[in-house]
């Protein structure tokens, strides 16, 4: 009988002593939640997840549609991938600075999360236009369309048919620049 009284006390020190010397875990890593779209083109490959690490960086950005600014203002394109998006920010840039949450994600991924297409031949954003496409950061004229991978605090001018090339670029802001 004594024999067991001592197991079930040394069984009872052993489960107390337990709750506090085995670690409960380190905290669960706030890790991006990654959208259908992200799901979509990684499993397809077009977009290399070897390729991506964690960043956060941003660029400023006006996308111009025949002398037109599209507006990405609306909360329908917020966060539609985890790598590149916009979001609401509360410095008055929402719509005109693109956040990316990772490394070497190129621009088309933030198109195509939302639904629009930029190519060399056409921007399809609130209207579909062919024809005159260009892309400029910080002012020089880019080759790289889609396939372009900001750097942290680029001014982005996307434009198809423009009116005014210099005016539209003087549109772009500089939110990124100060962070
Ligand atoms: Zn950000």
Redesign the pocket.
């Known amino acids: 009988m004594k024999a067991t009284h001592i197991a079930i006390a040394a069984l009872s020190v052993f489960i107390i002593a337990s709750f506090f010397l085995i670690p409960k875990g380190q905290p669960a890593q706030k890790k991006a939640v990654l959208s259908d779209f992200d799901a979509r083109i990684l499993s397809s490959g077009r977009l290399n997840q070897s390729l991506l690490k964690a960043q956060?960086i941003?660029a400023d950005f006006a996308v111009f549609a025949n002398g037109k600014q599209v507006d990405f203002n609306k909360s329908a394109y917020y966060g539609k991938s985890a790598f590149l998006h916009m979001?609401p920010d509360d410095d008055g840039s929402t719509g005109k600075k693109l956040?990316m949450?990772s490394t070497n994600v190129p621009l088309w991924v933030f198109f195509e999360s939302i639904g629009m297409e930029f190519g060399r031949q056409c921007l399809v954003a609130e209207t579909k236009d062919c024809g005159n496409v260009m892309l400029f950061v910080n002012g020089t004229q880019n080759n790289g369309y889609g396939d372009y991978v900001f750097g942290n605090g680029d001014r982005i001018l996307i434009t198809a048919n423009p009116k005014d090339i210099d005016g539209e670029k003087a549109i772009v802001t500089s939110y990124s620049e100060k962070q």
């Open positions: 956060h941003h979001e956040h949450h």
